[in-house]
């Protein structure tokens, strides 16, 4: 069965921090990360890791605050968010397949998770 489950969202106030995780299991991927949807916003790619070469990329607005990084014997990848501010507030998706590239641009190749709420908030 294919499933992507994340785990980690919740309340957080500004400036702090939180670690999402995910955990693949059920098929092959090439490549893993994660995508976001604020309200009344389109979704858009936050990072995106190649698991061959290990090439990573990330949104320009969470560069320097964001780190993915994934447990490979694990089947899991992790999204490290420090520094948050109200604007990171949305449903944060984790996506196989995702496209490893500048922009992370969204295609129609990939598998995703169920999603999992961050609230930044005072």
């Known amino acids: 069965q294919v499933q992507l489950v994340e785990s980690g969202g919740g309340l957080v106030q500004p400036g702090g921090s939180l670690r999402l995780s995910c955990t693949a299991s059920?098929?092959?991927?090439?490549?893993i990360g994660w995508f976001r949807q604020a309200p009344g916003k389109e979704r858009e790619g936050v990072s995106c890791a190649h698991t061959v070469d290990g090439s990573t990329y990330y949104a320009d607005a969470v560069k320097a605050r964001f780190t993915l990084s994934r447990d490979n014997a694990k089947n899991t990848v992790y999204l490290q968010m420090n520094s948050l501010t109200p604007e990171d507030t949305a449903v944060y998706y984790c996506a196989a397949d995702c496209t490893p590239a500048p922009g992370i641009p969204e295609s129609s190749l990939e598998v995703w998770g169920q999603g999992t709420l961050v609230t930044v908030s005072s």
């Open positions: 059920g098929f092959k991927y090439y490549s």
